[in-house]
């Protein structure tokens, strides 16, 4: 019976990760038709329930994301994540867990815009990264904060308008009504 399962469960996971890769090829758009397709009517969207999404370099996974929900639009092959946990794996061998409500990801780029209460927690020492939105930028690795933005390291809180941080969250560049408040300084 287990066996079974596990043959499932790997058919469905090969399905589906060749159904991204189909999609997230470059390759040039078809000449446009008389139908439209708009996130308005999502008919001609490709949708999975419960997938996940994994990217590699050098063979070494650099993130992964899983959803509820993944739709990808044929037409401008944007990828909208709903209900997202992802982990980026960081240079020092650790590595970020995040979540967040909606995301959409550009398949060329492999960036990752994030909207909502956004959470990421550093496995390495605990920090704690919080905004409204977030972009993770695939090129060069560095996550990006606005809308109010808490980074909580230790016994450490830095707020500010908008964050920049690296991969390891060991560097921060903090813009608009920036704070430092140290826990337990008064």
Known sequence: MKRNAYGA???AVLIIAGGLYYFAKDEPLPPPSNSKTSAADPAGFLSFNGSSYVEH??????????????EMDPNTKLIYLKGIKGVFYQDNGGK??????TATMDSKTKNITMDGDVK????TDGTIFTAKQALWNSTDRKLFG???VTLTREDTVITG???ETDNNMQKYKVRGNARIVKKGAN
């Open 9 to 11: 469960i790997i058919c």
């Open 57 to 70: 370099k050098d063979g070494k996974p650099v993130w992964e994301i899983s959803a509820e929900t993944i």
């Open 96 to 101: 970020l867990d995040l979540i967040a409500p």
């Open 120 to 123: 990421a927690i550093s496995s």
């Open 146 to 148: 606005s809308g109010g």
């Open 161 to 163: 308008d908008t964050i």
